[in-house]
């Protein structure tokens, strides 16, 4: 298939997600990156989009010709520009290589395909307010300054050299992969870090999901009457931000902040104390903007948003899987639910699950991940309540653990961590109808107790201090991306305390466990590493991992999937009964 169109800054956040709308669309696309393309082909490849009809290709905008090969193009139709310097804090000279400069660049080199149907470029909703002024890099900042520059002069070359051109003004839009802007704010309200409101009552900070962004810009070119227009392409239902952040506070159990503060004074405080950039602060209006032609062209071509508050509540789910954007996938489905009346993270099946797995002290869901990926039926992993992902919860893990379980059709295999084998062990005695069998990894119980410095309140600074390769140190973990979430975890309000209370918990009912493992009529394998044995003496079999530590679902995935897929196979009889 010869290629139609060309998208510039095809690897960035929206030029990625164009590429696969056109390409699902059976349009030809040339993507025009700066590197390899790989991360590129990578992501495509991970979205399940054919990529037969691709072509990448090398191309620098800043550059007069965009470096870009002379043969091959020709067959190009419609040109998007989706390529832009998006940060806060950047010299003025950056911003505008790309953001005019280049973009100029791009209507330059269009003007001369024989086949031109449309350029596309990208522009922002704010120039709805920008236009009443010449740009001010002192007073806006390097990007709003440029893109507001960049959007004059765009329009100026277009009428130049006679290109069709259509201007689409998003406002912030939100996806996976989608970590600034707003993604700022929701992420000190996830982290306890936003103690009030900025800006106050009637600040409007508009939102448009990036399926509906992709699939409008890909429209525009098909109709003849979006030629020499601009369109502001927002969601006239986004909440104004202090209801915004209140539905966001709920969903992912925080406390919303009370208090808000004006934008003048913002502008007057030292950065040190708002901890926001003064760039970010023209952003906080209460403007509306006209969507009306966006929302005709829309409907004539059968597009539709999805409801704005399911969609932040979707976004703030794809935010918190990757504690925005500075740790590791998490597997899907994910998402925060409610348990016992705790916002609870949750991945995995909820209803027919053949595992469920529990974490263990410090640690989330994340560390099942290399196991899970190896289990041969489906699993339901939580952070539990007041840890990882997770919001704090006011009652007991017996309490929590047994509403999760509620819903659960199957008799899954019940397998926990360290601290998390006390209310599984628990639940077992309660439950033993609902399980197929119960696996105690590192039960912390059969350890040797825990140090009197760790259960004291001396810990709590300690924890909240602790780098990520000194945690690793402690659990047996190797340095990397995983340890690195532990921490972010750890800064979270409230989390450290809570790990000294649960550790203290836990030291007092280390006889209580040891009776219930006795009595206990249901199958229970216990399994340990060869470095982290039980201090304890138990009547039950013990399985040993060679080479592993306190966390061998972590170091020694294979093994431990094994194990536990054996479980489940000789509990099978019991399971389907």
């Not at 149907?117 to 900042?141: E, L, N, T």
């Not at 950065?271 to 829309?298: C, G, K, N, Q, V």
């Amino acid at each position: 298939m010869l290629s139609d169109s060309i998208v510039f800054g095809a690897g960035g956040f929206i030029g990625r997600s164009l590429v696969a709308e056109l390409l699902r669309g059976g349009r030809g696309v040339v993507a025009a990156v700066r590197g390899s393309g790989d991360g590129l082909t990578a992501w495509l490849d991970g979205q399940g989009v054919d990529r037969t009809a691709l072509a990448v290709v090398r191309a620098d905008i800043t550059a007069p010709g965009l470096g870009l090969p002379d043969e091959g193009l020709s067959g190009i139709r419609d040109v998007y520009n989706t390529a832009a310097r998006f940060a806060f804090g950047i010299a003025a000279a950056e911003a505008r290589a790309v953001n005019v400069t280049g973009a100029v660049h791009v209507v330059e080199w269009a003007a001369g395909l024989p086949r031109l149907r449309r350029v596309v470029h990208i522009s922002g909703y704010r120039m709805a307010a920008a236009h009443r002024r010449p740009p001010d890099y002192r007073r806006q900042g390097a990007y709003e300054a440029s893109k507001q520059e960049g959007d004059a002069a765009v329009r100026a070359a277009a009428r130049a050299l006679g290109v069709p051109l259509s201007i689409a003004n998003p406002s912030t839009v939100i996806g996976p992969g989608q970590y600034l802007g707003l993604a700022e704010v929701v992420a000190g309200l996830w982290r306890g870090r936003l103690p009030a409101l900025p800006g106050g009552p009637g600040i409007f900070l508009p939102v448009v999901t990036l399926d509906h962004f992709v699939g409008f810009l890909a429209a525009l070119p098909q109709d003849p009457g979006s030629a020499g227009r601009a369109y502001w392409v927002l969601d006239d239902a986004t909440p104004e931000l202090p209801a915004l952040v209140g539905l966001l506070a709920e969903h992912m159990g925080v406390r919303a902040p009370r208090r808000s503060v004006p934008v003048g004074v913002l502008r007057r405080l030292p950065r040190a104390i708002t901890r926001a950039d003064p760039e970010t602060l023209s952003f906080l209006s209460a403007d509306r903007y006209d969507t009306a032609p966006a929302r005709a062209l829309s409907a004539a071509h059968g597009l539709s948003m999805a409801p704005v508050r399911e969609a932040l509540r979707a976004w703030a789910d794809d935010l918190v899987a990757t504690r925005f954007g500075r740790s590791g996938r998490c597997p899907r489905p994910y998402g925060f639910h409610g348990v016992a009346g705790t916002r609870t993270w949750v991945t995995g099946e909820r209803r027919r699950p053949g595992y469920v797995l529990l974490h263990g002290l410090l640690l989330s869901a994340d560390a099942w991940a290399g196991t899970a990926d190896r289990l041969d039926a489906p699993v339901l992993a939580p952070d539990l309540p007041g840890f990882g992902r997770s919001g704090a919860s006011t009652g007991t893990l017996d309490d929590w653990l047994a509403d999760l379980l509620r819903p659960v059709e199957t008799r899954p295999v019940l397998v926990a961590h360290s601290l998390a084998c006390g209310p599984a062990l628990r639940y077992a005695a309660a439950h033993p109808d609902r399980l197929a069998a119960l696996v105690l990894i590192a039960p912390a119980f059969l350890q040797r107790p825990s140090a009197a410095l760790l259960r004291s309140p001396l810990a709590v600074p300690l924890l909240r201090a602790a780098p990520a390769a000194r945690l690793a140190r402690s659990l047996g973990l190797p340095e990397g991306p995983g340890p690195d979430a532990l921490t972010l975890d750890l800064r979270r309000a409230g989390a450290a305390r809570r790990v000294v209370a649960a550790v203290r918990d836990a030291h007092r009912r280390r006889a209580e466990l040891r009776r219930v493992l006795r009595e206990l009529r249901l199958p229970v394998e216990i399994v340990v590493g060869s470095a982290d044995a039980p201090a304890e003496p138990v009547d039950r079999p013990v399985t040993v991992i060679e080479a592993a530590g306190h966390c061998p679902q972590v170091t020694h995935p294979a093994a431990v999937a094994r194990l536990l897929t054996a479980c489940r196979d000789r509990a099978a009889p019991r399971a389907a009964s």
